[in-house]
Each structure stands twice: as C-alpha cells, then as structure tokens.
C-alpha cells in the first residue's frame, strides 16, 4: 500500500551497529535481528537517512538507492524522472513506458548516514536490482557512458579554459610536490613501463606540429642549453648524422610512411638511424 504520493514505509528496520556482514541478509520480516527494533507504521521524522526501493508494480523490477534524505531524494527522482533526465536510462525508460502512476516508493531501513553506503551495497548484493546501472554503492565503477553521452560531454567542455591554465604554483606548494617525491624511483609510479598507443602519440604529435615556438619558450630553452658541453662521442655521432646521404628513393620512401601515420622514431628504426636524422629530412 502506498501512502503520501507514492510513498510507502515497508517493514522500516532502525539498525546502530555497522553491517558486519556483507553480501548476507540484513534482517527478516518478523521479529527482531541484529538490535534492530521492527515497525511498520510511517516515521514522523521529516528528515530520515537510510535504505529506499522504487519498485516497478507491473514487472516488479526495483532501483535501490540511499539518501540522508530519503523523502527528498524521492521528489528528486519525480523531478528528474517527469524532464526525462533521469541518470538512470533503465528506470527512465521503464517510466515513460508504464508511467510514474506504476510506480512505488519504499523505505527499506533507516541508519546512520556514516552506514549507508555499507547496507546499500548489502541490499545490492541480495536483491535483483533490474533498474540500478552501478552495481557498486557510491561508485560509478564499470559503467560505460554511450556514444550520446559521451559527445554530450564532448560539447560541453569544448572552449572551455582548463582550471589551472596561466596558473603556477607558489613556493609552498612546490615544496610539498619535491617532499612527495623525494626518495621515489621510477618503477613507485602509475606509469613506469607504460608505453603511449602509437594513435595517441600521433594524435599528440599532429597537435603540436607546426605550432611555432614563443620568444619566452625560445628562451627557456636556450637558458636550459647554456652550459652545457657535449662528450666528444656525441659530438662524432652528430658529425656522422649530418654525413648521411639519403637517395631521392629513399627520401620519398620517407615522406610516404611519415604521410601514412608512421612516427619518426618509427621511420628511424626502418632506415637505421636516429630519430633527429628523419626529422631533419622530413618536413
């Protein structure tokens, strides 16, 4: 039976101690468990934090959720549900197809908002949640955007400034960033042995090539080369790379594989030189 516009108080189990036991049932539907006192009449508290069902009344599939709020995060769900942008594609699709009248709202369990996160996994883990998308509680882990989606977000940010564009951090800040890394190797971080998808370094690439240098870039990186001397066997590779004769084939060999996708370093290991010989050649 449902009460207050849709609103129904199913067997509310008021619950202290922490869920213990994931993945197991919470309680039955009679008596008492676990200190739990069992009621059935609706709370009178106008705010309640806890478990909730929307249950579809023809097919009988459910979305679990959890909110601080219960009762307002019910309206939130009507309102977003009527203008059709519902996060949900599964329970917006069910509620244009059999209408919000189809539909009923429970509360499950009321419990601390410091334990919600833990019995909505429970209840996820127990109950056949047709209409959830995350499976894990208060994360959207493993859910793939569609296509739609995805342009949508596109879209949105196109011409939009980066946060932290223009800004430098100040001498506090990078002396918290050179303490965080002190006594750090290579292989301590996320990216040691990972290697760019030649798509990706192309796609990098395409976006810097022919971009000119600024005079402020410039100068950094004449101050950064200022001083600094090269060992007498770079300075004999560097004459022998300067040497080196391509033939008109082998030059035009070049230009096709560059114009096919094929990075320099890559072009390079064909013809058995360093990567700075190609590009010299290529434009």
């Keep these: 039976m449902c009460y207050n516009n849709g ?6 189990f008021c619950f202290q101690p922490k869920c213990r036991y994931p993945g197991k049932p919470l309680a039955s539907t009679t008596g008492k468990q676990g200190g739990g006192t069992l009621f059935k009449s609706r709370p009178k508290m106008p705010e309640i934090s806890g478990i909730y069902k929307i249950t579809n009344r023809i097919n009988n599939h459910h979305y679990i959720g959890s909110s601080q709020n219960v009762y307002k995060r019910w309206e939130d769900h009507k309102r977003d549900l009527g203008n059709n942008s519902h996060h949900s594609r599964y329970l917006q699709l069910a ?8 539909f009923c709202f429970q509360i499950l369990l009321v419990c601390e908002v410091d334990d919600l996160i833990d019995y909505e996994q429970c209840f996820l883990n127990n109950l056949t949640c047709e209409y959830n998308i995350c499976k894990v509680a208060g994360s959207c882990r493993g859910v ?20 932290n564009k223009g800004k430098s951090p100040n001498k506090e800040t990078r002396r918290k960033m050179s303490e965080a890394h002190d006594g750090k190797k ?53 004459g022998e790379a300067k040497s080196i004769l391509f033939t008109e084939k082998q030059l035009e060999r070049m230009a096709k594989l560059r114009e096919s996708g094929m990075t320099y370093k890559a072009i390079a290991d064909v013809f058995g030189v360093s990567r700075p010989t190609i590009r010299r050649r290529l434009p």
């Design 186 to 238: 290579p292989e301590d971080y996320y990216w040691y042995g990972k290697k760019r998808r030649r798509s990706t370094v192309e796609k990098i690439a395409s976006k810097k090539r022919g971009v000119p240098l600024t005079e402020k870039h410039k100068k950094k990186i004449s101050k950064a080369l200022t001083g600094i001397t090269r060992s007498p066997e770079t300075r004999k590779r560097m």
């Design 7 to 12: 609103v129904e108080v199913a067997e509310v």
């Design 144 to 163: 793939k955007a569609s296509p739609e989606k995805l342009k949508k977000l596109r879209e949105s940010h196109l011409g939009q400034k980066a946060w």
């Design 95 to 102: 509620w244009n197809k059999y209408g919000g009248e189809n």
